[in-house]
Nanobody
């Protein structure tokens, strides 16, 4: 069973940096796209980064140039380096793994979520 555990959240002032980590287990022989999402109070959950197994990563314009995701397939970890943080980056940040293969016990499109880690940015 896939499990995702996030860490690294905290409180920083605007302009500061934080590094989030996601430790995954239970991947077996399936491959996954790994993503970071965030959800601010009263807002919908939104994608922050999405990294394919090849390492190709996409970002929304809101974080492009400030956030950088990195993936270690050997260790099944995903990190998110967040620089120049803004108050509007305040949110609960979640790690998600989406199965990107099918067959042999792998169900394409199945999603797995971590419980999240809180990031608070003060002005």
């Amino acid at each position: 069973q896939v499990q995702l555990v996030e860490s690294g959240g905290g409180s920083v002032q605007a302009g500061g940096s934080l590094r989030l980590s996601c430790a995954a287990s239970g991947f077996g022989s399936c491959t996954y796209t790994m993503s970071w999402y965030r959800q601010a109070p009263g807002k919908e959950r939104e994608v922050v980064s999405s990294t394919e197994g090849t390492g190709r990563t996409r970002y929304p314009d809101s974080v492009k140039g400030r956030f950088a995701a990195s993936r270690d397939n050997a260790k099944n970890t995903l990190s998110l380096q967040m620089n120049n943080l803004r108050p509007e980056d305040t949110a609960m940040y979640y790690c998600k793994a989406t199965t990107s293969t099918s067959g042999l016990g792998c169900h394409y499109g199945m999603e797995h979520w971590g419980k999240g880690t809180l990031v608070t940015v003060s002005s």
